[in-house]
């Protein structure tokens, strides 16, 4: 075999993309001694390699070759380029091009595969600069290379640049076909360039091209989105003349669709009733536009963006009359109109209406969606009509559908929230009795549920249970389960709690400490509640502000006020910023350690960093510095509490222990002109109106 017929062989292979069959050819040849091997046998085999994109085995060959002495010419080189491009490889590419560059190899077929390959990398501006150097150079691109550049440089947004080269082709003497100027106006109109879409429109027909509806429609749906219904009506008009209905429809959808992207819903409903023939007492159709010469049935499609727009913009009505007109001028009603109406109707809790449209889709032959009965299901649990969502259930399992966790959550949780948690679990067995598994959130919102409302055994039955039915609670369960513990004060279960999650695996949170914390200090277990924040640090997870609140608050409760401080300065130091809570439990928690004075250096703090007490505060501190003695104080302290408002009314716990305390003031003669003064003005009320109940039996100024 000679090199040459070897050479056509392994060619003949690569055209059939067979490049495993070229390269046994080749390596038997070679290994028979069929042939002698010659540069043109390893151009050939480069040349299938490359059509490959198997660029590894490209420089493998390449390697060979050159092992062997043969010196790379031009048609070694074009190959290892294109195979380069083909890979994506953009260094390697540039790198091959400049050495055929230098050889002065370079040709209009290298220079199109550099080219195009630029423009599928998206490296448009590179790709046109050496489109304007093989121009200098006297080298030409031809015409389906050209086109192919105009489709690349369109689709990667560079519109301005498949123009520019649009006119080269003109220029060339090539003649724009019409799935040229289709994808240029397209582009044009992406681009909301919509003149420069419309003049080559214009050239496109002067040209003798005549334009598809295709192009029309693009053309009618971008200036009525840009609210140009002006030019769209002319477009409209110049482009159904001789066309069959099937496309008039198109048109007419393209219309709406553009109207519907502009905000002019009612414009587009007006327009697809006159398109059935509705007739408008002397009234234009659209101010004098889109005008229907002949009445004639519009697309499914027509109907489903008019009225899922009508739905959108809350004209539910609107939309439920176009869906009746369908099914009276004989249009069919699919499966996605019937369930954007159900959900509509679902989310604006008309159930009724959406459980009849069910019905009717059933009744012709379309099958409920998943989606479908999710949308009644959603409806039924925000209503919270347990029996009602146990049937669609039914009817559920029976279709094979899943009811959506979401919704079964949001009942569960609703229904707690209301303080109905026994219904919440009566429905959760509902679902197992159904053969639906709620979802973990489900139940740990019903335990939740069960705590809030003192159902705690029967919370930790529910636990159990669920447990022992295969469930993995989440750390979301445990630590609802520890909260409920912690609040009625079993806080030693709430730790074997903590411990059983920790075998399971899970790690805790801080949300989990800090629960652990707030039980202990309420219970008086400061030193134990300390641990855990030590046990934190240990474990790098960062106590938070109520982390460290509830330990200020718990250390101040047991009298330890001095620890308490330690800790706070500890607080800052650490880079947690106290905040507002954080500021009230330390005053008040000072001033129940009598420690009035120290208390009104944070009080003032507090002041200075604009953050408002609550009343609470306010009342500690006076009766704190009454207490010792010093009335002066603390009427300031009322003077201050009176000025930002926040004087309790009569059902605060606090308004008694004020009441007593302007008394005192009242009897001194250090601040009971200044009490007078405060009752003249409507501050306080007037003590002569205040039994010694602290109840006012008149009205006070």
Known sequence: MTPGALGFLIRCLGNQELVEEAIHVFDQAQKLGLTVLSNYSYNCLLEALAKSSKVELVELRLKEMRDLGWVPDKFTLTPVLKAYCNSGRFEEALCVFNQIFDKGWVDEHILTILVVSFSKWGEIDKAFELIERMEEMNKCLNEKTLCLLVHGFTRESRVDKALQLFDKMRKLGFSPDLKLY???IEGLCKKTELNKALDLYTEMKDTGIFPDVEIIMKLISSFCAEGDLVIANQLLEEGEEGLELEARVLLYYSVLDGLVNHGLVDKAYLLLQAMMGVEFDGEAVIDNLFKVKKKFIPSTDSFKIVINSLCKNGKLDLALKLFTDMALIGCQRNLLLYNNLINELCNSDRLEEGIELLREMKEFGLKPTQFTHNCIFGCLCRRENVSGALDIMREMRS?????WIKHSSMFVKQLCKKGKAIEACNFLNGMLGEGFLPDIVAYSAAIDGLFKFHEVDRAMDLFRDISARGYRPDLVAYNIIIRGLCKVG?????QEFLNELLEKGLLPSVVTYNLMIDGLCKINEINQALLFLKRMIDETIEPTVITYTTLIDGLCNAGKHSEALVLWVEMGKKGCTPNRIAYMALIHGLCKCNKTDVALVYFREMKDKEMRPDNFVYVALINGFISNGDLLLAFEILK???QVGTFPG???????VLIDALRKFSEDASTSSDVK???????????CNVPDNGIETDESP
Request: charged residues 20%; contains cysteine; negative net charge.
């Open 490 to 494: 079993r806080v030693s279960e709430a």
């Open 640 to 642: 201050v509490m009176v």
């Open 182 to 184: 289709s994808v240029l």
């Open 650 to 656: 009569q059902s605060d716990k606090n308004y008694s």
């Open 677 to 687: 003064n405060l009752i003249a003005e409507g501050c306080i009320p007037a003590l």
């Open 399 to 403: 279709c094979g559908h899943e009811p």
